[in-house]
Protein backbone atom coordinates (compact mmCIF):
# COMPACT_ATOMS: atom_id res chain seq x y z
CA UNK A 1 0.00 0.00 0.00
CA UNK A 2 1.45 3.24 -0.85
CA UNK A 3 2.38 5.65 1.99
CA UNK A 4 -0.40 8.25 1.70
CA UNK A 5 -3.64 5.91 1.26
CA UNK A 6 -4.64 5.74 4.40
CA UNK A 7 -4.25 9.48 5.20
CA UNK A 8 -4.38 11.49 2.24
CA UNK A 9 -2.22 14.56 3.21
CA UNK A 10 -3.21 18.02 1.98
CA UNK A 11 -1.09 18.95 -0.85
CA UNK A 12 0.35 22.01 0.79
CA UNK A 13 3.51 22.02 -1.06
CA UNK A 14 1.80 22.78 -4.48
CA UNK A 15 2.80 26.66 -3.35
CA UNK A 16 6.49 24.96 -4.49
CA UNK A 17 5.43 23.07 -7.73
CA UNK A 18 8.98 21.74 -8.28
CA UNK A 19 11.37 20.05 -6.28
CA UNK A 20 14.61 20.58 -7.43
CA UNK A 21 16.79 18.29 -4.87
CA UNK A 22 16.38 14.82 -4.66
CA UNK A 23 18.00 11.31 -5.56
CA UNK A 24 15.62 8.85 -6.94
CA UNK A 25 17.87 7.59 -9.95
CA UNK A 26 17.79 4.02 -8.90
CA UNK A 27 21.33 2.95 -7.75
CA UNK A 28 23.88 5.61 -8.38
CA UNK A 29 24.70 6.80 -4.72
CA UNK A 30 22.78 6.63 -0.99
CA UNK A 31 18.98 7.17 -2.82
CA UNK A 32 16.42 4.96 -3.79
CA UNK A 33 17.61 1.26 -4.50
CA UNK A 34 15.38 0.13 -7.45
CA UNK A 35 12.60 1.86 -9.53
CA UNK A 36 9.77 0.61 -6.94
CA UNK A 37 11.08 2.88 -4.48
CA UNK A 38 11.21 6.08 -6.81
CA UNK A 39 7.56 5.26 -7.68
CA UNK A 40 6.72 5.08 -4.21
CA UNK A 41 8.58 8.11 -3.00
CA UNK A 42 7.72 9.93 -6.70
CA UNK A 43 3.31 9.07 -5.52
CA UNK A 44 4.33 10.62 -2.00
CA UNK A 45 5.85 13.87 -3.28
CA UNK A 46 2.80 14.15 -5.62
CA UNK A 47 0.01 13.81 -2.76
CA UNK A 48 1.84 16.48 -0.79
CA UNK A 49 1.39 18.79 -4.01
CA UNK A 50 4.62 18.90 -6.14
CA UNK A 51 3.87 18.85 -10.21
CA UNK A 52 7.46 18.84 -11.53
CA UNK A 53 10.70 16.83 -10.00
CA UNK A 54 14.40 16.99 -11.12
CA UNK A 55 16.74 14.55 -10.02
CA UNK A 56 19.99 15.82 -8.90
CA UNK A 57 22.14 12.71 -8.08
CA UNK A 58 25.68 13.27 -5.93
CA UNK A 59 28.76 13.71 -7.63
CA UNK A 60 31.27 13.31 -5.46
CA UNK A 61 34.30 10.84 -4.90
CA UNK A 62 32.01 8.51 -2.65
CA UNK A 63 29.76 8.31 -5.69
CA UNK A 64 32.24 8.74 -8.71
CA UNK A 65 29.24 9.51 -11.14
CA UNK A 66 30.07 9.83 -15.10
CA UNK A 67 27.64 12.69 -16.67
CA UNK A 68 27.02 10.57 -19.85
CA UNK A 69 25.83 7.30 -18.02
CA UNK A 70 24.05 9.65 -15.61
CA UNK A 71 21.95 10.96 -18.88
CA UNK A 72 21.57 8.00 -19.83
CA UNK A 73 20.10 5.57 -16.95
CA UNK A 74 17.87 8.96 -16.95
CA UNK A 75 16.40 8.40 -20.18
CA UNK A 76 15.63 4.66 -19.50
CA UNK A 77 14.60 5.34 -16.13
CA UNK A 78 11.97 8.35 -17.36
CA UNK A 79 10.45 5.80 -20.10
CA UNK A 80 10.04 3.77 -17.40
CA UNK A 81 8.42 5.89 -15.10
CA UNK A 82 6.31 7.18 -18.25
CA UNK A 83 4.04 3.45 -17.80
CA UNK A 84 3.04 5.30 -14.19
CA UNK A 85 0.12 7.44 -13.30
CA UNK A 86 -0.36 10.42 -10.69
CA UNK A 87 3.50 10.98 -10.93
CA UNK A 88 4.83 14.41 -10.68
CA UNK A 89 6.59 15.23 -14.30
CA UNK A 90 10.00 13.86 -14.34
CA UNK A 91 11.55 17.71 -15.23
CA UNK A 92 15.25 16.61 -15.76
CA UNK A 93 18.40 15.06 -14.70
CA UNK A 94 20.77 17.88 -12.93
CA UNK A 95 23.60 17.49 -9.84
CA UNK A 96 24.13 17.91 -6.30
CA UNK A 97 28.29 18.18 -6.55
CA UNK A 98 30.52 18.27 -3.90
CA UNK A 99 32.78 21.34 -3.99
CA UNK A 100 35.25 19.77 -1.76
CA UNK A 101 39.67 19.70 -2.54
CA UNK A 102 39.16 17.00 -4.94
CA UNK A 103 36.68 18.71 -7.09
CA UNK A 104 39.02 21.56 -6.98
CA UNK A 105 41.50 19.42 -8.03
CA UNK A 106 39.26 17.88 -11.29
CA UNK A 107 39.76 19.00 -15.14
CA UNK A 108 37.34 20.98 -16.80
CA UNK A 109 35.36 22.28 -13.58
CA UNK A 110 31.97 23.33 -15.70
CA UNK A 111 31.52 19.35 -16.33
CA UNK A 112 28.24 19.65 -15.14
CA UNK A 113 24.67 19.91 -15.79
CA UNK A 114 22.82 22.66 -14.46
CA UNK A 115 19.39 23.05 -13.68
CA UNK A 116 17.30 25.51 -15.62
CA UNK A 117 18.89 29.18 -15.58
CA UNK A 118 22.34 27.50 -15.43
CA UNK A 119 21.33 26.95 -11.64
CA UNK A 120 24.01 24.52 -9.96
CA UNK A 121 23.61 22.43 -6.50
CA UNK A 122 26.27 21.96 -4.63
CA UNK A 123 27.28 20.47 -1.20
CA UNK A 124 29.88 20.61 1.17
CA UNK A 125 31.29 17.93 3.51
CA UNK A 126 28.74 17.11 6.16
CA UNK A 127 31.63 16.63 8.09
CA UNK A 128 34.55 19.17 7.97
CA UNK A 129 35.66 21.39 5.06
CA UNK A 130 39.17 22.86 5.47
CA UNK A 131 37.56 26.12 3.45
CA UNK A 132 34.92 27.87 1.55
CA UNK A 133 35.79 27.17 -2.10
CA UNK A 134 35.54 30.87 -2.92
CA UNK A 135 37.88 30.26 -6.09
CA UNK A 136 35.39 27.80 -7.16
CA UNK A 137 32.29 30.14 -6.95
CA UNK A 138 34.28 32.78 -8.52
CA UNK A 139 35.31 30.56 -11.68
CA UNK A 140 31.39 29.29 -11.76
CA UNK A 141 30.12 32.27 -11.58
CA UNK A 142 32.59 34.12 -14.17
CA UNK A 143 30.80 31.32 -16.83
CA UNK A 144 27.49 32.31 -15.85
CA UNK A 145 26.16 30.17 -13.34
CA UNK A 146 24.86 30.61 -10.09
CA UNK A 147 25.61 28.57 -7.04
CA UNK A 148 23.04 26.87 -5.19
CA UNK A 149 24.08 25.32 -1.70
CA UNK A 150 22.37 22.36 -0.62
CA UNK A 151 20.68 22.69 3.22
CA UNK A 152 23.34 25.20 4.72
CA UNK A 153 21.28 24.35 8.26
CA UNK A 154 23.25 20.57 7.71
CA UNK A 155 27.06 21.70 8.58
CA UNK A 156 27.81 22.25 11.89
CA UNK A 157 31.11 23.87 11.32
CA UNK A 158 28.57 26.84 10.01
CA UNK A 159 26.33 28.93 11.96
CA UNK A 160 23.76 31.16 10.75
CA UNK A 161 25.74 34.26 11.32
CA UNK A 162 29.44 33.02 11.28
CA UNK A 163 31.31 35.19 8.44
CA UNK A 164 31.73 32.27 6.18
CA UNK A 165 27.77 32.38 5.79
CA UNK A 166 27.42 36.15 5.24
CA UNK A 167 30.10 36.11 3.09
CA UNK A 168 28.62 33.59 1.05
CA UNK A 169 25.30 35.44 0.54
CA UNK A 170 27.02 39.37 -0.05
CA UNK A 171 28.98 36.81 -3.19
CA UNK A 172 25.63 35.80 -4.22
CA UNK A 173 25.57 31.81 -2.98
CA UNK A 174 21.61 31.11 -3.40
CA UNK A 175 20.60 28.67 -0.30
CA UNK A 176 18.51 25.55 -0.26
CA UNK A 177 16.88 24.56 2.77
CA UNK A 178 16.00 21.19 3.79
CA UNK A 179 12.32 20.73 4.14
CA UNK A 180 12.54 17.39 6.44
CA UNK A 181 15.28 19.44 8.20
CA UNK A 182 12.20 21.64 9.32
CA UNK A 183 10.85 19.01 10.91
CA UNK A 184 14.10 17.76 12.82
CA UNK A 185 14.84 14.88 10.69
CA UNK A 186 18.48 15.96 11.36
CA UNK A 187 17.71 16.88 14.77
CA UNK A 188 17.38 20.37 16.81
CA UNK A 189 20.57 22.23 15.47
CA UNK A 190 20.17 21.56 11.78
CA UNK A 191 15.99 22.57 12.78
CA UNK A 192 16.84 25.53 14.40
CA UNK A 193 19.60 26.83 12.06
CA UNK A 194 16.60 25.93 8.80
CA UNK A 195 14.08 27.93 10.05
CA UNK A 196 16.81 31.13 11.27
CA UNK A 197 18.13 30.67 7.92
CA UNK A 198 14.81 31.96 6.32
CA UNK A 199 13.44 33.92 8.64
CA UNK A 200 16.50 36.25 7.76
CA UNK A 201 15.14 36.11 3.89
CA UNK A 202 17.86 34.08 2.85
CA UNK A 203 16.71 31.34 1.66
CA UNK A 204 15.50 30.89 -2.14
CA UNK A 205 14.41 27.33 -2.44
CA UNK A 206 13.29 24.25 -0.27
CA UNK A 207 13.88 20.95 -1.54
CA UNK A 208 13.31 17.50 -0.58
CA UNK A 209 16.44 15.58 -0.62
CA UNK A 210 14.60 12.40 -0.82
CA UNK A 211 16.69 9.45 -0.66
CA UNK A 212 13.72 6.71 0.09
CA UNK A 213 10.59 5.43 2.02
CA UNK A 214 12.05 6.84 5.20
CA UNK A 215 11.63 10.23 3.80
CA UNK A 216 9.07 10.46 2.55
CA UNK A 217 7.31 9.35 5.20
CA UNK A 218 8.89 12.08 7.08
CA UNK A 219 7.66 14.42 4.30
CA UNK A 220 4.00 13.42 5.36
CA UNK A 221 4.75 13.92 8.86
CA UNK A 222 6.40 17.61 8.43
CA UNK A 223 3.09 18.04 6.35
CA UNK A 224 1.31 17.97 9.80
CA UNK A 225 3.92 20.42 11.52
CA UNK A 226 2.21 23.98 12.51
CA UNK A 227 4.96 26.04 12.64
CA UNK A 228 6.24 24.48 9.17
CA UNK A 229 2.29 24.96 7.75
CA UNK A 230 2.83 29.04 8.97
CA UNK A 231 6.31 29.32 7.62
CA UNK A 232 5.01 28.02 4.06
CA UNK A 233 2.07 30.36 4.66
CA UNK A 234 4.56 33.55 5.41
CA UNK A 235 6.88 32.67 3.03
CA UNK A 236 7.73 32.30 -0.63
CA UNK A 237 10.62 30.71 -2.66
CA UNK A 238 11.51 30.65 -6.23
CA UNK A 239 10.88 26.87 -6.81
CA UNK A 240 8.22 27.33 -8.72
CA UNK A 241 10.88 29.51 -11.13
CA UNK A 242 12.26 25.96 -12.45
FE1 LIG B 1 21.18 15.63 -1.56
Known sequence: MSLFKRNRPSPLLNVLETDMHCHLLPNVDDGS?????????LQTMAAAGFKKVYFTPHFQANYPNE?????????????????????PEIAGISGEYRFDAQYIRRPGIDNVTPLPGKLLLCEFSLHSQSKIPHDLFKGFQELQYTIVLAHP?????????SPEIKKMKEFGILFQVNILSLNGF?????MDKGYTYIENNWVEYLGTDMHNTNYAQELLRTLENRTFK??????TFRNNTL
Open 33 to 41: RDITETVSC
Open 67 to 87: EEDIHNRFQQLKKELAKYDGL
Open 153 to 161: ERYPYLGPF
Open 186 to 190: YGQVA
Open 230 to 235: KMLEKH
